[in-house]
């Protein structure tokens, strides 16, 4: 029982409220970078197999052009973020963790950097849903709300299943994260068109944008802009993370779980974000690529603090020098505080999936010793989804990965963090959830 | 920036956190428990004093003791042990002798915790096992109640308070009749209630004016206190809830069939000490379930536990052995008590 619906302010049980740092980036518009005289573009940025590089060595690639495309279905095409010279294909750091295969550019300095274009274009009124999906994958466009999940394959929606509602999430509930509000700000004629699009590609009726009520300017802005028809509607929720999950914001905004296991559109649903519709509705129409993204710099350890367009491939230390990075020993996270991605290296470059570039002092996040758990029943109050993170936690320390998966839905997971954020005992919760998940995956794969 | 003198710690999500510590969360439980003790302190006088400082200071010492056995860094300074010493002491009479007040303190902390790997792994609430030892070991000295507002409360022992170690404590019946302002039986509501038929005023059990344990004689106290760890979310109010409807439903039964027999909801729920036992022994985090339904479950059976003992066992302190048998059955409710996870299938195997 929600409690919080009987006051009309629609949520979801549980979850916690950080505090949201984003004051300082917030009603700053976005702003373009220059262009790293290196970019590097990993040919792996999304959920799915890697592209396939089709430029060699020493070869003019224009800016917006294709420089590895799609290995099947499950993949998505890369376009040069800039006009320059393929100085190598070789391994390369990324946000991941181990080297991985990247197409390095060395920018043109001579050039206007103007987007290659083709001369062509997509009425997408005209077009079969094949025909969009196909479409879309050309964009290269994934998730751009951090999970990178290629957006065609959530758009090509089984025969047998039908969508009622597009849910386009502009939650954006991690704290110190900026680029969706500015989105939702600064590029509306983008994003309704693009949830057009995505409407007609997945056939459904009608669509909803969620967003959490710390951004109601949003509201103002974007309501002279929807159709009188109705099809599309904005709503509020309550200001709670992680609210922009999408099973949170499906039962928040109509009441709907998404089955465990399963996707959205076993239950009708079509979730994308906020950025991803905006860069849908500018790419598709012109046939171009996603070379570019609104990434968020912030934190402590950064002197100007700001939301920025980047091309995508552009290192971390030419972002940090731009922004004025001060301290000596800081903590450099791709992506929000919550959920974020640690870097091992300054040369890794921002990629599709990357929204912010955090720097937190030393001091927000001073490691305490790890206590014995005192089952205050906190973790089970904040877990969105009604796991037992206590008794999880217990297990993980006796290593019964698989009871833990049997019996306790380890799988239902997502990895938000709020067990971890609420224990007073510093137990790591969540990242003993994301071993034990790694070590059940590796046994499943070893028992065939 | 120079290029390579950046030296990156390397951790994983989430980066920030916001939760008060164990110590944080002990303290103010022991911040909490202090106006009851200065409230019992005012009742019983010196005596009552000297048993919290003996059975505080027990459990700390044990406490150091087995962490310096054991090479283990000492845990003193997470305040449990202070939290148990005091719980200790208001679950006693408060002229029980002060020598079995620290083996009360001992076997508490020994027997209660350390023995089952310290805090966060006690199956049993440990002051509770330091009762529950006593009452087997010394019968009569547990029993054996005073008058609260003693005339020379301030300045003198109650006898019995300084027996020496291993001696029978002086009878204190006779004493407790020249200090007592009117006429004092020398037993507790329950004890009149069970052994006599005689059941005591509500309105006098709510604030506290009878004989009893240290610490369990104001309602209004331990309610007002109670409150206080609600307000800071460092005390679960489920489960003092969940044991005041258990206790009520299941009195309330008794009290319909037979209102001359048994005693109304009100006495149950005032006497006894229940409703310390409901605020602060009951739940005890470690002890008590994890599990939204099972958290009910656990307090609606000490509860009912509670009335039963009280009503057909041959001893009052029933309390005591309905959360001991409620912290023995919590894996088990916790077992059957998981809560339902967002999106769950009706079948675990209808995955599509």
């Not at chain 1, 409220?17 to 009603?27: R, V």
């Not at chain 1, 020493?58 to 973020?81: L, N, T, W, Y």
């Not at chain 1, 969706?180 to 669509?207: F, Q, S």
């Not at chain 2, 291993?166 to 019946?173: D, E, N, Q």
């Amino acid at each position: 029982m929600n409690l919080l619906k009987l006051f009309g302010k629609k949520s979801f049980p549980h979850g916690i409220h950080p505090d949201e740092y984003k004051a300082e980036t917030n009603a700053k518009i976005t702003r373009r970078l220059p262009f790293a005289p290196e970019i590097i573009v990993p040919l792996a940025q999304s959920i799915g197999l890697p592209a396939k590089a089709i430029v060699f060595r020493g070869q003019h690639v224009a800016r917006g052009e294709v420089i590895a495309e799609a290995d099947g279905f499950m993949s998505v095409p890369i376009h040069a973020p800039v006009t320059g010279t393929i100085k190598e294909i070789d391994i390369a750091s990324t946000a991941k963790g181990g080297k991985q295969p990247a197409i390095i550019i060395t920018t043109s300095l001579s050039s206007g950097q103007r987007v290659h274009d083709s001369g062509e274009c997509n009425d997408f009124l005209q077009m079969s849903r094949e025909e969009l999906v196909k479409a879309v994958q050309n964009t290269g466009l994934v998730g751009l709300g951090g999970a990178a999940f290629p957006t065609h394959v959530k758009m090509a929606i089984p025969d047998n299943r039908s969508i009622h509602t597009v849910l386009v999430n502009g939650c954006e509930c991690e704290p110190f994260l900026t680029t969706d509000h500015r989105v939702m700000l600064e590029k509306i004629d983008n994003l309704i068109l693009g949830i057009r699009i995505a409407m007609r590609t997945v056939d459904a009726p009608k669509a909803v944008i969620g967003i959490e009520d710390n951004k109601l300017n949003v509201l103002t802005a974007i309501k002279p802009y929807l159709p009188d028809d109705g099809t599309i509607t904005i709503e509020a929720v309550e200001t709670k993370y992680p609210q922009g999950a999408e099973k949170m914001l499906a039962y928040s905004l109509l009441g709907i779980e998404i089955p465990s296991g399963g996707l959205p559109s076993e239950v009708g649903l079509a979730v994308f974000n906020v950025a991803t519709l905006a860069e849908l509705g500018a790419l598709l129409p012109a046939k171009q690529g996603l070379i570019e993204r609104i990434i968020t710099i912030t934190g402590d350890g950064v002197k100007k603090p700001g939301n920025y367009l980047a091309p995508i491939g552009t290192p971390v230390r030419f972002l940090l020098e731009f922004a004025e990075f001060i301290g000596d020993e800081a903590e450099l996270i791709l992506g929000g505080p919550m959920m974020g991605m640690p870097t091992r290296s300054l040369d890794v470059p921002i990629t599709k999936g990357t929204g912010a570039l955090l720097v937190l002092d030393k001091r927000a996040t001073k490691r305490d010793d790890i206590l014995p758990c005192i089952k205050c029943t906190q973790c089970l109050q904040a877990c969105p989804i009604n796991l037992n993170p206590s008794e999880l936690g217990l297990l993980a320390a006796k290593r019964q990965y698989d009871v833990m998966e049997e019996q306790y839905h380890l799988n239902d997971c997502f990895e938000c963090g709020c067990c971890s954020y609420v224990c007073p005992s510093n137990i790591p919760l969540v990242q003993y959830f994301r071993i034990a998940k790694t070590l059940n995956r590796e046994r499943h794969l070893q028992d065939g | 920036m120079a290029k390579h003198d950046l030296k990156i710690d390397i951790r994983t999500s989430p980066y920030i956190r916001k939760a008060p510590t164990v110590a944080q969360i002990m303290r103010n439980v022991v911040y909490a428990l202090l106006p009851l003790v200065f409230y019992s302190v005012y009742h019983f006088g010196i005596s009552a004093l000297a048993l919290i400082l003996i059975t505080t200071l027990s459990c700390i010492a044990t406490e150091q003791f087995f962490c310096w056995m054991s090479h283990k860094k000492s845990t003193i300074n997470d305040f449990s042990a202070v939290i148990t010493g005091l719980l200790l002491a208001m679950t006693l009479p408060p002229g029980f002798p002060l020598w079995m007040g620290a083996v009360a303190g001992f076997t508490a902390i020994a027997m209660g915790k350390t023995l089952f790997g310290g805090l966060g792994f006690n199956v049993f609430n440990p002051a509770l096992v330091g009762r529950a030892f006593i009452q087997a070991a010394f019968p009569v000295s547990i029993t054996t109640w005073t008058p609260a507002l003693a005339t020379d409360r301030f300045v003198e022992f109650i006898p019995s308070t300084l027996a020496l170690p291993f001696m029978k404590p002086l009878p204190t019946a006779e004493w407790s009749v020249q200090v007592a302002i009117d006429g004092f039986t020398g037993a507790t509501p329950l004890a009149l209630m069970k052994f006599q038929g005689i059941i005591t005023d509500s309105y006098d059990l709510f604030l506290g004016n009878t004989a009893g344990s240290t610490g369990e004689t104001s309602t209004l106290l331990i309610l007002v206190c109670g409150a206080y760890l609600v307000y800071k979310k460092m005390l679960d109010w489920r489960i003092p809830a969940a044991v005041i409807i258990g206790t009520v439903i299941s009195a309330e039964l008794f009290y319909f069939i037979d209102p001359a027999k048994y005693p109304s909801p009100a006495f149950m729920l005032l006497s006894g000490g229940l409703m310390f036992a409901a605020v602060f022994m009951a739940s005890d985090m470690v002890a008590s379930p994890v599990t939204p339904l099972g958290i009910f479950v656990f307090g609606c059976l000490v509860g009912f536990l509670t009335v039963i003992i009280r009503l057909f066992g041959g001893l009052t302190e029933a309390v005591m052995y309905a959360i001991l048998f409620g912290n023995a059955a919590t894996p088990i409710i916790e077992t059957y008590t998981q809560p339902r996870i967002y999106g769950a299938r009706k079948k675990p195997q209808d995955k599509s």
